[in-house]
């Protein structure tokens, strides 16, 4: 199985920072990467899928980078709708797996 | 308007069984894969079982297989997930969730449903 480790667990920030959060796989998985978000009580939302490629609906703040075993989630510049926990999921192969998460906190 | 709609969640005692429902509207669900994902408690998403969209393929995480079956009536626009020998360990909101691109049975979920909540305890 392929294991997904996201960094950090969490992070503390403020509006308008620029936040970064990455995903590591444990074999290359190629561009077969998404990225999600979620906030208590709700479904995942999709943001990113194939490493780099804005969902349709999603703002343009969010950004996604990397291939192979290293990934990247960027949001340039935090809204306060924003705090929430962002899990990445491969899709490279069975089993589908996601990452533990990294919880966004107000500072 | 593309949607999900789960049921048969609930309170079930260890050996037991359940069959949950997802029923889909506003897109063509056999040319989509479908996924369920289970969340338990605090804790991160977890993938459960895959189907193809025409249903001839199935696939399924190690802690559930031998124990749940997918299935799915594209003419119903329903895919099930029958849940057989309980366990606690299995308690979570289950999700089911739609394939993002047509065709593909690895695939990221661009639409999920609201989530039912299996419990297993005696």
């Known amino acids: 199985d392929i294991q997904m480790t996201q960094s950090p667990s969490s992070v503390s920030a403020s509006v308008g920072d620029r936040v970064t959060m990455t995903c590591r796989a444990s074999q290359a998985i190629s561009s077969y990467l998404a990225w999600y978000q979620q906030k208590p009580g709700k479904a995942p939302k999709l943001l990113i899928y194939v490493a780099s490629r804005l969902q349709s609906g999603v703002p343009a703040r969010f950004s996604g980078s990397g291939s192979g075993t290293d990934f990247t989630l960027t949001i340039s510049s935090l809204q306060p709708e924003d705090f929430a926990t962002y899990y990445c999921q491969q899709a490279s192969s069975f089993p589908l797996t996601f990452g533990g998460g990294t919880k966004v906190e107000i500072k | 308007e593309v949607q999900l709609l789960e049921s048969g969640g609930g309170l079930v005692q260890p050996g037991g069984s359940l069959r949950l429902s997802c029923a889909a509207s506003g897109f063509t669900l056999r040319s989509y894969a479908m996924s369920w994902v289970r969340q338990a408690p605090g804790k991160g998403p977890e993938w459960v079982s895959a189907?193809?969209?025409?249903?001839?393929?199935?696939y399924y995480a190690d802690s559930v297989k031998g124990r749940f079956t997918f299935s799915r009536d594209n003419s119903k626009n329903t895919v099930y997930l029958q849940m057989n020998s309980l366990r606690a360990e299995d308690t979570a909101v289950y999700y089911c969730?739609?394939?993002?691109?047509?065709?593909?049975?690895?695939?990221?979920?661009?639409?999920w449903g609201q989530g039912t909540m299996v419990t297993v305890s005696s």
């Open positions: 969730a739609k394939g993002a691109v047509s065709g593909y049975d690895l695939d990221a979920f661009d639409m």
């Open positions: 189907i193809s969209g025409s249903g001839d393929s199935t």
